[in-house]
């Protein structure tokens, strides 16, 4: 069965905005979601990055809720398997 993608997109801004970022919780997965951040982070950085996505998935939780047994769907966040995360070109 082929399950459609949906992508969620964070209001919240970081910095500029200039850059787009994709966060996919392994959890739920093809599903991911879009944030905007500072043009001056550098998204090749593993270090800054990982401590950026817990800021961005706590965002995106405040917007979208927390996975539960009440809110098991998408785009509730499910962080807890990890996560990966790309530039998404605008």
Not at 54 to 80: M, N, T, W
Request: charged share 30%; aromatic share 10%; glycine share 6%.
């Amino acid at each position: 069965m082929n399950e459609k993608t949906t992508v969620a997109h964070c209001d919240y801004i970081f910095g500029d905005g200039k850059q787009l970022i994709y966060i996919q919780c392994l959890n739920t997965r093809p599903h991911y979601y879009t944030i905007n951040i500072d043009s001056n982070i550098d998204v090749d950085d593993q270090d800054i990055m990982s401590e950026l996505t817990e800021e961005c998935l706590d965002k995106i939780e405040e917007q979208y809720g927390r996975h539960s047994e009440e809110q098991d769907d998408f785009p509730a966040v499910a962080s807890g398997c990890g996560w990966s995360w790309g530039l998404e070109e605008i």
